[in-house]
């Protein structure tokens, strides 16, 4: 056969292209495997007790057995289609009986507000004493903002108090950053937990955090620029999130009150943009919260509103997202699993068809194969599906789900 083009040419494209691929490979590693969190539970530091968990799957309970006591009930309450209703019930009672919290930070931002310093300084102290007991595979603290001189000072004292008085913090322990506004922030505190590390004899890379996109000059800064990409890149590898904030983020946009919530457009265009700076980076995201809280006589508006927001956020790509009140974890993993068991069959069917390459109305790609996979193991991670179901479905066991999400 002949050809045109020589090797000693192409040779040249591969050693120049190498570098490049060398240089994309390392920014874009793909998500790191293991558990994802379905929520991310925010409590003041100033109400946290010892039973917290317990606490609020037990509040939970409570509420859904006043105001859903059954299987149709919970259909009229929250939404759940009646055909899923008396799953979706018995799993979310086990869930709220078994594990409550999946992932739980100590606010000491908005949630908490300005104290003197001996009090927050106290209230740190005893979030150490805390967060050990709880023994939850995903908590942390959020810290004041580096927006003005006192706010970061004060934000650097509780996280060095909280750090230090851990001495070695337990796996899953991460830092929220809020209101972050420009790269120099993150960079600043990738300097402090360094530091951290040294003097605290922890690994390097240890510590962790997360960036709230909740100002626009975190989505577009003032030259015109996606910020995104550019504060994952400032973290130095320590960025393992990034949480959408959905009231400073629409305040900051100018709307009014009542068009603060996440099914705004604008709060669409900002999760987008965290969608692409994120993708392929290992960086996940979550969504921002609802603050209608279920209480008082508004316990089932409340519910039904969040179970909408849950399952649209779900649609959009975003898997966790943030509950304010212990009722809100009805709504939550009502949402949840209803989205997980609508979903398993025709997601199952597709998985099957690809392993088996067979032929059939859709082609999927390997990365359409490997999130139908992880979609899967999503679901039994939480509890929506158990992992016999799965296998049922797609004849995969996690073991061959988990292989498939790393070949993608």
């Known amino acids: 056969m002949r050809t045109t083009l020589d090797g000693a040419l192409i040779a040249g494209t591969v050693a120049r292209l ?46 859904l057995e006043e105001h859903a006591p059954d299987p149709a009930a919970l259909a009229a309450a929250v939404g759940v289609p009646a055909a899923l209703a008396p799953t979706v019930f018995e799993r979310v009672r086990a869930k709220l009986a078994a594990e409550p919290v999946e992932d739980l930070r100590v606010d000491f931002e908005d949630g908490y507000g300005s104290r003197i310093d001996s009090v927050e300084d106290a209230d740190a102290v005893r979030a150490t004493e805390l967060i050990a007991g709880w023994g939850l595979a995903n908590v942390g603290i959020r810290m004041k903002s580096f927006d003005t001189v006192e706010l970061l000072q004060r934000a650097v004292r509780t996280l060095d108090l909280v750090l230090t008085g851990l001495g070695t913090p337990p796996p899953g322990f991460v830092v929220t950053f809020p209101k972050v506004t420009v790269p120099d922030q993150v960079a600043a ?24 996109i909740e100002t626009t000059q975190a989505v577009i800064d003032h030259k015109g620029r996606f910020t995104v990409p550019r504060l994952i890149e400032a973290g130095g590898g320590r960025v393992s999130g990034l949480h959408f904030g959905t009231y400073d983020y629409t305040a900051a946009c100018g709307l009014s009150a009542a068009d603060q919530h996440l099914a705004h457009a604008a709060c669409d265009f900002a999760r987008h943009a965290m969608q692409v700076g994120a993708a392929g980076t290992g960086v996940r995201l979550s969504d921002g919260s609802s603050n209608v809280l279920p209480v008082g006589d508004h316990v089932v508006t409340a519910w039904r509103s969040h179970y909408k927001l849950v399952r649209r956020s779900l649609s959009h790509g975003f898997f966790q997202g943030w509950d304010l009140h212990p009722a809100q974890l009805v709504s939550r993993y009502c949402a949840v ?42 679901a039994v991670d939480c509890g929506a599906l158990t992992a016999e179901e799965v296998s049922r479905s797609c004849g995969l066991d996690v073991a061959g789900l988990t292989a498939l999400v790393e070949r993608r």
């Open 337 to 378: 699993f209803a989205h997980c068991l609508e979903t398993a069959a025709s997601d199952g069917k597709r998985l099957a068809a690809y392993v088996a390459r067979t032929s059939g109305s859709i082609l999927d790609e390997p990365a359409t194969a490997a999130a139908l996979a992880r979609s899967m193991l999503r």
């Open 18 to 63: 190498s570098e490049v691929d060398q240089r994309r490979a390392g920014r874009y590693p793909g998500d790191h495997g293991g558990r994802q969190p379905v929520h991310t539970c925010y409590v003041p530091a100033d109400k946290i007790t010892g039973d917290l968990p317990a606490r609020w799957g037990a509040e939970a309970t409570a509420a």
């Open 189 to 212: 505190l990738v300097e402090l937990l360094d530091v951290l590390e040294q003097r605290l004899d922890l690994g390097a890379g240890a510590l962790r955090f997360e960036v709230q």
